[in-house]
């Protein structure tokens, strides 16, 4: 790896009162060419800040003497611009609030993932060399600088294949069919294929197959003329008359009634309409896009809808994949929602913090970016700093997707919820939780770390350090539980 010298002339101080712990960031940020100096106690760190020059500064919350809040706000005395990476196994929301109040860059848990250290590592030295630009417009450069096709944002390779897709064949004729589930994004992939056509300057109109009731559907497509039915007090063009030499998109496609798929065919076969109270066609030109979270293959074995139809509206598919399938792209999808939603309730959030990257990374998003979108508005409203902390997405995800199972197992462990009111030791408590699943991962994968990992959803270099933490020895352990009551 080539070393840039501003990576060798940056000094970082590293402050834990683990010795494995300084000992890894060492050799570690040694080796991406920085200088490292290390204190396992926050009274050294501060006689450190007062005889030396750093450049950022990676501090533990939890030390022998002092906390290293101590050392952040001792670090920002002397150097109010020195970016400060706070660390921690255990820590409490108020502990990250005031963390990120004092001025603290990042907030990072361990076990840490080397490669998102590095880069966050990167980001702050970015910030500390801008020369006074806002970090908020650093990260907002860096998500410009992230492949955009109109309004879609990713550059994972399904993505990329996907924007190549649209230019092929965005200035044919040929009707596209755009499956996925809801929230992938499917108007906006019709809307790339309008605008990068050679119809961009004329109509794109859109209609939700599933949001109008059948008996005005007809009149929506099609339109009327004055007379044709009581109410209809003069004429009104259809959808597809009002997008003539633009494009009409079809939104939930697959909801479409069998009396309406058999009015569609004969448009997309002949691209006439035939108003309500018309005694004549009106020859239309436009492009038609549609779109389903259905599978119309098996609609159509299952008689729901029509064979002739759906080929005739599937000669492109263009498949957008949920988010769990594209997964690199959540940080730069959630900065740049942070960024519309802080402008419009004016908040200054400038970002999330590499826990929240982490737990957001972690969810399967059902409900696709979509949902994603939902989240960060409700975080945004919620944050009372300029980093998004996991709390404020705990309530949207990590409280609903693990709550029922923690209680399930502090339950099955007979931990009685009703001694909190005579007070408990919640670390104790959540220590031998962690010790109970991290035992029966390894008793389950026979002693084999990787097995377990992957049993516990956690990578390698996770399980190794909840080990050594726990003092486990994973075929010690194993050879000790006693096989689980339910086998």
Same mark, same amino acid.
């Given at each position: 790896m080539?070393?840039?010298r501003?990576?060798?002339s940056?000094?970082?101080?590293?402050v834990d009162?683990?010795l494995?712990?300084?000992?890894?960031?060492e050799?570690l940020?040694?080796e991406?060419?920085?200088r490292?100096?290390?204190?396992?106690?926050?009274?050294k760190?501060?006689?450190l800040l007062?005889e030396d020059?750093?450049?950022?500064?990676?501090?533990?919350?939890?030390?022998?003497?002092?906390?290293?809040?101590d050392?952040l706000?001792?670090?920002?005395e002397t150097d109010d611009?020195?970016?400060v990476?706070?660390?921690s196994?255990?820590?409490?929301?108020e502990?990250a609030?005031?963390?990120m109040?004092?001025g603290?860059?990042?907030?990072?848990?361990?076990p840490f993932?080397n490669?998102?250290?590095?880069?966050t590592?990167?980001r702050a030295?970015q910030l500390r060399?801008?020369?006074?630009?806002?970090e908020?417009?650093?990260?907002?450069?860096?998500?410009?600088?992230?492949?955009?096709f109109g309004k879609?944002?990713?550059?994972?390779?399904v993505?990329l294949?996907?924007?190549e897709?649209?230019?092929?064949?965005?200035?044919?004729t040929?009707?596209?069919l755009?499956t996925?589930?809801?929230?992938?994004?499917k108007?906006?992939?019709?809307?790339?294929?309008?605008?990068e056509s050679?119809?961009?300057d004329?109509?794109?109109?859109t209609l939700?197959?599933?949001g109008i009731?059948?008996?005005l559907l007809?009149?929506?497509l099609m339109?009327y003329?004055?007379?044709a039915?009581?109410g209809?007090?003069?004429d009104?063009?259809?959808?597809?008359?009002s997008?003539d030499?633009g494009t009409v998109?079809l939104d939930e496609?697959?909801?479409?009634s069998?009396?309406?798929?058999?009015k569609?065919l004969r448009l997309v076969?002949?691209?006439v309409?035939k108003?309500?109270?018309?005694?004549e066609? +009106?020859?239309v #030109?436009v492009?038609?896009?549609?779109?389903?979270? $259905?599978?119309?293959?098996?609609?159509? /074995? @299952? &008689?729901?809808?029509r064979?002739?139809?759906?080929?005739?509206l599937?000669?492109?598919?263009?498949r957008?994949p949920p988010?769990?399938?594209?997964?690199e792209?959540i940080?730069y999808?959630?900065?740049?929602?942070?960024e519309?939603y802080?402008r419009?309730?004016?908040?200054?959030?400038?970002k999330?913090s590499?826990?929240a990257?982490?737990?957001?990374?972690r969810y399967?998003?059902?409900?696709?970016v979509?949902e994603?979108?939902?989240l960060i508005?409700?975080s945004?409203?919620l944050s009372?700093t300029?980093? +998004?902390?996991? #709390?404020?997405?705990?309530i949207?995800?990590?409280? $609903?997707?693990h709550?029922r199972?923690? /209680? @399930? &197992?502090?339950?099955?462990?007979r931990f009685?919820l009703?001694?909190?009111?005579n007070g408990?030791?919640?670390?104790?408590?959540?220590e031998?939780?962690e010790?109970a699943?991290?035992?029966?991962?390894l008793?389950?994968a026979k002693?084999?770390?990787q097995k377990?990992a992957e049993?516990?959803?956690?990578?390698?270099?996770?399980?190794?350090?909840r080990?050594?933490?726990?003092?486990l020895s994973p075929?010690?352990?194993m050879?000790?539980m006693?096989p689980?009551?339910?086998e």
């Open positions: 080539s070393r840039t501003s990576r060798e940056a000094h970082i101080l590293v009162d683990e494995s712990m300084c000992e890894l960031l050799i940020l040694s991406e060419g920085y490292v100096t290390s204190s396992r106690t926050g009274r760190a501060l006689a007062k020059h750093f450049d950022c500064i990676i501090c533990d919350i939890r030390l022998g003497d002092l906390t290293g809040i050392v706000k001792a670090a920002k611009k020195v970016p990476i706070m660390i196994a255990y820590t409490t929301t502990l609030v005031e963390a109040n004092c603290a860059y990042d907030f990072v848990p361990k993932d490669a998102e250290l590095k880069q590592i990167v030295l060399n801008a020369a006074g630009i806002p908020s417009a650093l990260i907002g450069r860096e998500v410009e600088q992230t492949l955009h879609l944002i990713g550059n994972t390779p993505m294949k996907i924007y897709m649209i230019r092929q064949v965005a200035n044919t040929t009707n596209i755009i996925g589930e809801s929230g992938t994004g108007e906006l992939v019709a809307r790339a294929i309008h605008e050679g119809r961009r004329h109509p794109f109109v939700n197959c599933c009731p059948e008996t007809e009149s929506e339109g003329r004055k007379g039915f009581t209809a007090l003069h009104k063009k259809g959808l597809f008359e997008a030499k998109f496609i697959g909801d479409l069998p009396a309406i798929q058999v569609l076969q002949d691209k309409v108003p309500i109270g018309a005694t066609d +009106i020859k #030109d492009r038609i896009v549609s779109a389903t979270n $259905k599978n119309l293959e098996t609609e159509v /074995i @299952e &008689g729901r809808f064979e002739d139809l759906f080929y005739r599937n000669v492109i598919e263009i957008m988010l769990r399938e594209r997964k792209d940080r999808l959630a900065q740049h929602f942070i519309k802080s419009q309730m004016g908040k200054q959030i400038v999330l590499s826990y990257v982490d737990l957001l990374n399967d998003f059902p409900g696709n979509r994603l979108e939902n508005e409700r945004v409203a009372n300029n980093i +998004i902390l996991p #709390d404020s997405l705990a949207a995800t990590h409280k $609903k997707l709550r199972r923690w /209680i @399930e &197992g502090v339950k099955n462990r009685d009703e001694d909190v009111k408990v030791n919640i670390d104790a408590i959540l031998e939780i010790r699943y991290v035992e029966k991962a008793f389950f002693g084999d770390r377990a049993l516990l959803g956690i990578n390698l270099r996770s399980i190794r350090y080990i050594e933490k726990l003092g075929r010690a352990r050879a000790e006693e689980p009551e339910d």
